[in-house]
């Protein structure tokens, strides 16, 4: 069965970049229902979708974040990656990817999840 | 687009049902039957329990149950079982291709 799995530093310094990668196994990331995508967990708190890409690369962001979030795929490797830029202390949590079905709006296949922390 | 608004706590006993109340607004649950139900464990990552405001994934308990009226969307669990002490979110499309999550609600079984 398909499988999602993010990977990445889990060290950041503030006002660098935070990159993640996001690997699709058992299944192909060219799936035409399916968008591609980040949702994250500050400690003790709840979900934030970040976004999500479809295998065309086309995107779409949270109005938040959207001045410093680039996700791209890769469609050759069946991956998809996660760009934040400038990160502050506010950035570090849990990061996971997820599958989206396309019209239902669903995030229904999860990875285990990354944890990112900010600091000098 | 704003959190849509859940309690922060819920509880009940074993056997009895809950209700899980998510609020948002004309923009998101008023327009879109596009609300998710997520339930998370601790340390595990979230796992859809409900789609499209009704409908189960398969393998989903029919205990679980949702609805929607107006801007509010909700989450049934009847006959509460130990194992359904977790953290649950739900979610709606907010137009713009923009998805939106409420701030959960953990659920206590007494």
């Known amino acids: 069965q398909v499988q999602l799995q993010e990977s990445g530093p889990g060290l950041v310094k503030p006002s660098e970049t935070l990159t993640l990668t996001c690997s699709v196994s058992?299944?192909?990331?060219?799936?035409?229902?399916?968008?591609w995508g980040w949702v994250r967990q500050p400690p003790g708190k709840g979900l934030e979708w970040i976004g999500n890409?479809?295998?065309?690369?086309?995107?779409s962001y949270s109005p938040s974040l959207k001045s410093r979030v680039h996700i791209s795929v890769d469609t050759s490797k069946d991956q998809f990656s996660l760009r934040l830029s400038s990160v502050t202390a506010a950035d570090s949590a849990v990061y996971y990817c997820?599958?989206?079905?396309?019209?239902?709006?669903?995030?229904?296949?999860w990875g285990q999840g990354t944890p990112v922390t900010v600091s000098s | 687009q704003s959190a849509l608004t859940q309690p922060a706590f819920v509880s009940g006993s074993p056997g009895q049902s809950i209700t899980i109340p998510c609020t948002g607004t004309?923009?998101?649950?008023?327009?879109?039957?596009?609300v998710s139900w997520y339930q998370q464990h601790p340390g595990k990552a979230p796992k859809v329990i409900l789609y499209?405001?009704?409908e189960r994934p398969s393998g989903v308990s029919d205990r679980l149950s949702g609805s929607k009226s107006g801007n509010t969307a909700s989450l049934t669990i009847s006959g509460l079982q130990a194992d359904d002490e977790a953290d649950y979110y739900c979610?709606?499309?907010?137009?713009?291709?923009?998805?939106?999550f409420g701030g959960g609600t953990k659920l206590t079984v007494l």
């Open positions: 997820a599958r989206r079905q396309g019209y239902f709006y669903v995030m229904d296949l």
């Open positions: 058992g299944g192909s990331i060219m799936g035409t229902t399916y968008y």
């Open positions: 890409v479809f295998h065309t690369g086309s995107t």
């Open positions: 004309s923009r998101d649950i008023g327009s879109y039957n596009h």
């Open positions: 499209e405001v009704t």
């Open positions: 979610s709606s499309y907010a137009g713009g291709s923009i998805l939106v």
